[in-house]
């Protein structure tokens, strides 16, 4: 069975610096998605970044990139010049096709220091 | 604003009850999701719905049922609630049924089973 690790329970940030996220997942799959979430105080979830197994190259979103590594069954998330309001608690989450459930690492606190 | 709108905010019942949760999603999305976010289980991927039919299944107890109604939206009921059921019921809909459409979530509805 797929599941997804996030083995940062709580991570801290100085304000401007940036910060690493990890993940790692398990599957058999060769094609599959990948996203991190981001879920602040107020609750709401916002996707962040998503990547496709299938391309190579790193996506990215203004600060927000990933290093994904296939082989290694890794996706982390890098958020460069953090920011006040990139405090929030971040999911990484796995789905392999329309037809499959999206699965959801436990999360990451992540706290910015001003 | 997501533009996705879930009913009501907060819900307090009893155990051995029955609920329903609303649903509305964004104008022109066709898919709709349901999630459970409770701190014991995490952030659980419920089921997905696209244009009416079920498209995807996780995590959904016998007790829980879920549909889309020609007019999209969406509606999740809870029955015999336990304890165990006290959690964030989060929506979210997505333009299309594929994997990589990206998801917008509603501000979820907060139940509380006393």
């Known amino acids: 069975a797929q599941t997804v690790t996030q083995s940062q329970p709580e991570m801290s940030v100085q304000e401007a610096e940036t910060v690493t996220l990890s993940c790692t997942y398990d599957?058999?799959?060769?094609?599959?998605?990948l996203f991190w979430y981001k879920q602040p105080p107020s609750r709401q979830m916002i996707l962040v970044i998503r990547?496709?197994?299938?391309?190579?190259q790193n996506a990215t979103e203004n600060r927000f990139s990933v290093n994904f590594q296939k082989a290694a069954k890794s996706f982390s998330l890098k958020i460069s010049d953090s920011q006040l309001g990139d405090a929030a608690m971040y999911f990484c989450?796995?789905?392999?096709?329309?037809?499959?459930?999206?699965?959801f690492g436990p999360g990451t606190s992540l706290s910015v220091i001003p | 604003d997501s533009g996705v709108t879930q009913t009501p905010k907060h819900l307090i019942t009893a155990t051995g009850q029955r609920v329903t949760l609303r649903c509305s999603p964004r104008s022109g999305d066709l898919s709709v999701y349901w999630y459970q976010q409770s701190l014991d289980q995490g952030l659980q991927f419920l089921i997905q719905?696209?244009?009416?039919?079920?498209?995807a299944k996780g995590n959904i107890l016998e007790r829980f049922s879920a549909q889309q109604f020609p007019d999209l939206h969406s509606e999740l009921n809870l029955s015999s609630l336990e304890l165990g059921d006290s959690a964030l019921y989060f929506c979210?809909?997505?333009?299309?049924?594929?994997?990589?459409?990206?998801?917008?979530f509603g501000d979820g509805t907060r139940l509380s089973i006393l």
């Open positions: 990547q496709e197994a299938y391309k190579q």
């Open positions: 599957t058999s799959e060769s094609d599959y998605y």
């Open positions: 719905y696209y244009n009416g039919e079920e498209r």
């Open positions: 979210a809909s997505s333009v299309g049924q594929g994997a990589h459409q990206p998801q917008h």
């Open positions: 989450a796995y789905r392999k096709t329309s037809y499959d459930k999206v699965i």
